[in-house]
């Protein structure tokens, strides 16, 4: 009965930090951070696979309300789980945000490979951008270059 009980107990244990673990909620600058270091390693050690994993929609590259790209420094998405289309975009390094002042307009993926070609090969940019829901909102997107190679991998929030 002891062991039925301690049983029972752990399996409640587990139900409960799991649910913590796989809410809905909004994705962190954190685990924006993780998420694209761990596909950096993963990059490193399998290039295919990874590509794979980062493209794959229901991936592990995908969670909460984001998800992690990647892209080749001359402008070139190798994998976008949301956007598949964009890695036929010749050169993404003319895409600008959604800013409604086009005086203001970013080249965000310009952006992007000044951070990932910096000296930390890290670091933050934020852009206006539209939401799920049609909206255009700041958003922040860590940028992360993998080593010794002519790609990074970007993962974003809105604020």
Avoid at 74 to 102: C, F, I, Q, Y
Wanted: aromatic residues 10%.
């Amino acid at each position: 009965m002891k062991n039925f009980l301690t049983l029972g107990m752990l399996t409640i244990s587990l139900c409960f930090a799991g649910s913590s673990f796989a809410g809905d909620g909004d994705a962190t600058k954190e685990e924006c951070v993780d998420k694209s270091k761990e596909a950096a390693v993963m990059l490193k050690e399998d290039k295919a696979a990874a590509i794979d994993e980062i493209a794959n929609k229901e991936g592990k590259f995908v969670w909460k309300n984001t998800y992690v790209f990647l892209v080749e420094l001359p402008g070139k998405m190798l994998a976008h789980p949301m956007k598949p289309s964009l890695k036929e975009h010749p050169n993404l390094l003319e895409v600008t945000d959604k800013n409604e002042d086009k005086s203001k307009a970013k080249l965000i993926f310009e952006e992007f490979k000044n951070v990932a070609q910096s000296e930390t090969g890290e670091g933050w940019v934020t852009y206006q951008w539209t939401t799920t829901d049609g909206k255009i909102a700041d958003k922040e997107t860590f940028i992360y270059r993998v080593k010794d190679t002519e790609m990074y991998v970007g993962a974003g929030i809105y604020k």
